[in-house]
């Protein structure tokens, strides 16, 4: 039976995040651990051009309910982009959880040339479902992710490959 666009998309996507979850519980544990200041590793990034942790999380989630959304054909819920600590960052998660979790397969299934269009200011983008999801979303996503690990890692959280990819 060939893979369909659901299972494709959303439970790759709930992994991710319960991963990014999990990878953040360990972060607070570790800076209070070690009486680091959790705003450090907040604003920590790999390079001055690039985003610090809690926007690469903030993107993560936008990536996973923007992906959802659009392929079952419904409005991308919109969050404020306000959070200032680990507990807002497990909170978007979570309601980014619950928005994935309650799309029906049957809303993402046969999405695969459906129209998807992603206006930004200085350019606009023209997918169907299938190229949205393999081109865009799941590098996107992914790529946010292992930053987010990385900018972790790279602060002395004690991470590992089982972190990112989670249990069974």
Do not use: W
């Not at 360990?26 to 809690?54: T, Y």
């Not at 695969?112 to 930004?120: N, S, T």
């Not at 997918?127 to 992710?145: A, I, K, W």
């Amino acid at each position: 039976m060939p893979l369909s666009m659901y299972q494709a998309a959303i439970p790759p996507l709930l992994r991710g995040l319960a991963n990014l979850s999990a990878i953040l519980d360990k972060a607070l544990l570790n800076a209070e651990s070690r009486h680091v200041d959790a705003a450090v590793l907040l604003q920590a990034r790999l390079a001055p051009d690039m985003f610090p942790l809690i926007r690469q999380v903030q993107i993560a989630a936008d990536t996973a309910k923007g992906c959802g959304a659009r392929l079952a054909g419904v409005e991308v819920p919109s969050y404020p982009d306000t959070e200032t600590g680990f507990d807002e960052l497990q909170q978007r998660i979570a309601r980014t959880v619950l928005f994935l979790q309650g799309l029906q397969a049957a809303q993402v299934d046969g999405s695969e040339a459906r129209d998807i269009v992603m206006k930004f200011p200085n350019q606009t983008l023209n997918f169907t479902g299938q190229d949205y999801l393999q081109y865009f979303v799941l590098p996107n996503f992914y790529f946010h992710l292992t930053t987010a690990y990385d900018i972790l890692r790279h602060n002395g959280v004690p991470l590992g490959k089982g972190d990112y990819l989670g249990g069974g």
